[in-house]
């Protein structure tokens, strides 16, 4: 960059940074890199994408510009921009993001979208628009139970179903989220089914402490209960879900995971990760093992006893997986109706499947 005291026609305008930026970005071969120097400007200038087009001769500061270049040798060695600024958007909420868990991606939104659209068509939530609903109770204060991390085997009276649910809001559903990362899928469900309730799962503690902060500052901690362990472990360890296992009706109306699914030929191809993506985002929630199953397989096997009769059951995968995937499933005797749903690029992406009635 230049000298920010120099004549006005050479000045670091909101323009000029943009083209420099996005110059800089295609030289390092970074994604998106329009997009990403705009993500980068509207945090330095906390303002929104129109307004960097509303006022494109605006001047930068010197202290903006200092807090801008240091965001961008940062971005030119591969760190994603969503860790640079500390947050990210899934699914119409403004969640924390950092290291210690992976970024939530489009892709990912199919799972909430059919979880909402399920509890629509059974008569379990009315109809309303995605991110309108507010949460019910309110922000739990700091410091209470469920604000934080809590043991598993924590007595949690909220978490009872009550006993004559209430379809207008979904009163009574019960979700898990396995490997829940943010936390973003099951907090994405909170706000838009007022009444339900909903587990979360986490064999990183680091993974669990930020998906509890996302949920204590959206108001949603007295209706998320997060869960130390690996995969459905820690659900088997909650006394009501055990129990209910065991009689074979389940506890849960939706078991939802996004497990470490990428297969070891994909990450070790030069082409297939982006350096944005190694050795950034954590290892131990984007590989699934050899066939990229290691993690999708075992909640395919042991999750639908889990849930109850007509429940349903979403699963991220690798879409070079989504035939054996499909397969596990179809010889599943307890699930029915087994599909597999394509992304917004077409691609293989989601396991879909009921608990036979």
Same mark, same amino acid.
């Given at each position: ?15 000029? #940074? ?120 309110? *922000? ?64 990183? *503690?680091?993974a669990l402490a930020l998906a509890a902060e996302n949920a204590e500052s959206l108001g949603l901690s007295n209706r998320f209960k997060p869960l130390l362990g690996n995969l459905l472990e820690p659900l088997l360890d909650y006394p009501g879900v055990a129990k209910a296992a065991e009689s074979g009706r389940g506890a849960l109306d939706y078991l939802v995971s ?55 059951? #979403? ?43």
């Amino acid at each position: 960059m230049g000298d920010t005291t120099a004549a006005p026609n050479t000045q670091w305008t909101t323009r000029r #940074l943009l083209e420099w930026m996005q110059r800089a970005f295609e030289s390092k071969g970074l994604d998106e890199t329009r997009r990403s120097a705009e993500i980068l400007l509207e945090h330095v200038l906390d303002c929104r994408r129109m307004d960097l087009y509303i006022a494109p001769d605006r001047p930068a500061s010197p202290e903006e510009l200092t807090t801008l270049r240091a965001l961008v040798t940062r971005a030119l060695a591969h760190e994603p921009v969503q860790y640079l600024i500390g947050e990210w958007s899934f699914f119409g909420l403004d969640l924390k993001v950092d290291r210690r868990a992976l970024i939530p991606r489009p892709c990912t939104e199919i799972i909430p979208e059919e979880v909402i659209q399920h509890a629509r068509r059974t008569g379990r939530l009315g109809k309303v628009t995605f991110g309108e609903i507010k949460p019910l109770g309110g *922000e739990t204060p700091a410091g209470e139970p469920n604000a934080e991390v809590a043991s598993n085997q924590e007595a949690s009276e909220p978490f009872e179903p009550p006993a004559q649910p209430t379809p207008a809001d979904g009163s009574g559903i019960l979700i898990a989220d396995i490997g829940t990362g943010t936390g973003c899928i099951a907090l994405a469900l909170l706000r838009n089914i007022p009444g339900a309730k909903a587990f979360a799962t986490d064999v990183s *503690e680091d993974a669990l402490a930020l998906a509890a902060e996302n949920a204590e500052s959206l108001g949603l901690s007295n209706r998320f209960k997060p869960l130390l362990g690996n995969l459905l472990e820690p659900l088997l360890d909650y006394p009501g879900v055990a129990k209910a296992a065991e009689s074979g009706r389940g506890a849960l109306d939706y078991l939802v995971s996004n497990p470490p699914y990428i297969p070891d030929h994909e990450w070790n191809e030069p082409d297939q990760m982006g350096k944005n993506v190694k050795g950034h985002e954590p290892d131990l929630a984007l590989r699934g093992g050899a066939d990229g199953l290691e993690f999708v397989r075992p909640i395919i096997e042991q999750g639908p006893r889990l849930l109850k009769p007509g429940g349903l059951l #979403l699963i991220e995968i690798a879409s070079s997986c989504a035939d054996t995937v499909f397969s596990l499933a179809k010889a599943n005797a307890l699930l029915h109706n087994p599909v597999i749903l394509n992304d917004l690029e077409g691609k293989a992406r989601t396991l879909r499947a009921e608990r036979r009635r």
